[in-house]
């Protein structure tokens, strides 16, 4: 077992999946994809991969499936990645990653990086999307997801690292799909509201 496992959530992520673990791969191959019962390719591309595949039924909340999933892991792992299908890790971010692991102290349950997003194939640099600080990387058994319907975010009990580097989302789905998307967070949002 690697020093990291990266979890990733997937449903029908098969056009984003492959380029997803592309970019895993050189910070970890143990990789675990908890999927919602995908009718496309990606389990496929999971499994040919390497992947370690869990499959649970899609209760519409993120951060549910991310819990469950922290259950299902083997009590010996170190650090947990948390990964969308969408998104990509920098070289960069890998390189800093690997390095942290090595020299967090104990005190350091949490390692948090920089997110960015891609709309469109651009890079978006203003309007609060230029780069956000967000906790991905922690210590097994010192972190979960919060409850909440919408923008939930990994939560640690300790002190956090913090690094430079990003990880990058973007999206290739076409442009309906972004906006039924975007129009379900803001229900998710009202919900928690």
């Known amino acids: 077992m690697s020093a990291i496992t990266a979890v990733i959530l997937t449903f029908n992520e098969q056009i984003h999946l492959q380029r997803c ?46 819990n469950w999933a922290l259950g299902e892991l083997p009590k010996d792992t170190q650090w947990i990645f948390r990964v969308d299908a969408d998104e990509v890790l920098t070289p960069e971010l890998v390189a800093l990653l690997k390095q942290a692991v090595i020299d967090a102290p104990a005190s ?63 999206n290739l789905n076409h442009l309906t799909w972004w906006t039924a998307k975007h129009n379900d967070y803001a229900s998710r949002a009202a919900t928690d509201y």
């Open 108 to 170: 350091v349950v949490g390692i948090q990086c920089t997110r960015k997003m891609k709309f469109q194939g651009s890079l978006l640099k203003h309007g609060g999307m230029g780069g956000t600080r967000v906790l991905r990387m922690f210590r097994y058994g010192y972190g979960r997801s919060e409850s909440r319907w919408m923008d939930e975010h990994i939560v640690v009990d300790g002190l956090c690292g913090h690094l430079s580097e990003a990880i990058i989302e973007d």
């Open 21 to 66: 673990i592309d970019s895993i791969l050189p910070l970890t191959k143990d990789i675990v994809v908890v999927d919602s019962f995908s009718t496309d390719e990606t389990v496929a591309i999971a499994q040919r991969n390497g992947a370690k595949v869990l499959q649970k039924a899609w209760e519409n909340n993120h951060a549910l499936q991310f």
